[in-house]
């Protein structure tokens, strides 16, 4: 950074601005302003792709930093495809401002998170959301009977590699990229995977995640009901990994996942029913567990 304070306080300057985009699937794309391309960190910032930014501002504040970037739909950087599958939504981006001279003299201007993406007339605007907004998130521990954790996380520790809890098979019928049917896949209760997750890892669609919504036999068929269709299309043979889901309640946690020990609930909290309660006249009145 100081080699490029020292070039703009020589005034004579030759400077331009360099981004870098990274999906959350670990695929990488670089931009600038410059009319040549410029190589630093192991990525090349291509001058062709169209991609422009609006002034960064940022504060001293907890206030989210944010910014836009505008650019043109290419097919060769940023598509219209990927954008509707989702596949640019939390990305990251960093932003230089570079002497193109020297690539070594340079400095990160601002680092976040695409928030909003949206396409106006053959180009795209995406909201840039700063390293702020993290601190803007609610923060500690919840006290609710449901459990708190994601199941598979840190907190719940439920492998969920174990063959019990997910299966890896290829889509057979598929209905608007929301509605899957199988046929023989009878090896798990009903209702395994509602509120599972459900994963493409071939074809088109690789990569996409969507959320179990109902689990349901209809006939010799199941039938996996995602809450929202994912945002490509998933084709008969793509295939797919379908993971246990988890309704957060203690019973479900002792008995489905033999996981009680990490339930990050509290079962026993009274609810809001308890301040309509009012002392019994029959029975046994210990003051001890209602739950025996």
Same mark, same amino acid.
């Given at each position: $950074?100081?080699?490029?304070?020292?070039?703009?306080?020589?005034?004579?300057?030759?400077?331009?601005?360099?981004?870098?985009?990274?999906?959350?699937? =670990?695929?990488?794309? =670089?931009?600038?302003?410059?009319?040549?391309?410029?190589?630093?960190?192991?990525?090349?910032?291509?001058?062709?792709?169209?991609?422009?930014?609006?002034?960064?501002?940022?504060?001293?504040?907890?206030?989210?930093?944010?910014?836009?970037?505008?650019?043109?739909?290419?097919?060769?950087?940023?598509?219209?495809?990927?954008?509707?599958?989702?596949?640019?939504?939390?990305?990251?981006?960093?932003?230089?401002?570079?002497?193109?001279?020297?690539?070594?003299?340079? $400095?990160?201007?601002?680092?976040?998170?695409? +928030?909003?993406?949206?396409?106006?007339?053959?180009?795209?605007?995406?909201?840039?959301?700063?390293?702020?907004?993290?601190?803007?998130?609610?923060? +500690?521990?919840?006290?609710?009977?449901?459990?708190?954790?994601?199941?598979?996380?840190?907190?719940?520790?439920?492998?969920?590699?174990?063959?019990?809890?997910?299966?890896?098979?290829?889509?057979?019928?598929?209905?608007?990229?929301?509605?899957?049917?199988?046929?023989?896949?009878?090896?798990?209760?009903?209702?395994?995977?509602?509120?599972?997750?459900?994963?493409?890892?071939?074809?088109?669609?690789?990569?996409?995640?969507?959320?179990?919504?109902?689990?349901?036999?209809?006939?010799?068929?199941?039938?996996?009901?995602?809450?929202?269709?994912?945002?490509?299309?998933?084709?008969?043979?793509? $295939?797919?990994?379908?993971?246990?889901?988890?309704?957060?309640?203690?019973?479900?946690?002792?008995?489905?996942?033999?996981?009680?020990?990490?339930?990050? +609930?509290?079962?026993?909290?009274? =609810?809001?029913?308890?301040? $309509?309660?009012?002392?019994?006249?029959?029975?046994?009145?210990? +003051? =001890?567990?209602?739950?025996?």
């Amino acid at each position: $950074m100081t080699a490029l304070l020292e070039h703009l306080a020589s005034g004579l300057t030759t400077v331009c601005r360099c981004w870098a985009v990274v999906r959350r699937d =670990g695929v990488t794309f =670089g931009f600038t302003d410059h009319d040549r391309a410029l190589d630093f960190d192991g990525i090349s910032f291509r001058p062709d792709a169209g991609m422009s930014a609006r002034a960064i501002a940022t504060g001293t504040g907890l206030a989210v930093d944010n910014t836009e970037a505008m650019g043109v739909l290419s097919d060769s950087a940023i598509t219209e495809a990927d954008i509707d599958a989702g596949r640019f939504d939390g990305a990251e981006v960093r932003a230089w401002l570079v002497n193109w001279r020297d690539v070594t003299a340079r $400095m990160l201007r601002f680092r976040g998170t695409i +928030g909003e993406l949206r396409r106006v007339g053959g180009a795209f605007h995406a909201d840039l959301r700063g390293l702020s907004e993290a601190l803007n998130q609610p923060q +500690g521990r919840v006290y609710q009977k449901p459990c708190a954790a994601v199941l598979g996380d840190g907190a719940c520790r439920v492998d969920m590699n174990t063959a019990g809890y997910v299966s890896d098979r290829p889509a057979e019928i598929v209905d608007n990229a929301q509605e899957f049917r199988f046929a023989g896949f009878d090896d798990f209760s009903p209702e395994w995977f509602t509120r599972g997750r459900f994963t493409v890892t071939s074809g088109a669609a690789t990569g996409l995640v969507g959320l179990i919504k109902r689990d349901r036999f209809d006939g010799s068929q199941r039938v996996l009901t995602l809450w929202q269709p994912l945002r490509a299309d998933v084709m008969t043979g793509d $295939m797919l990994r379908i993971e246990a889901g988890c309704d957060k309640r203690a019973e479900t946690c002792r008995l489905k996942f033999d996981n009680f020990v990490n339930f990050q +609930g509290f079962p026993d909290i009274p =609810g809001e029913d308890w301040l $309509m309660s009012v002392p019994s006249q029959s029975g046994t009145n210990s +003051g =001890g567990s209602l739950r025996g």
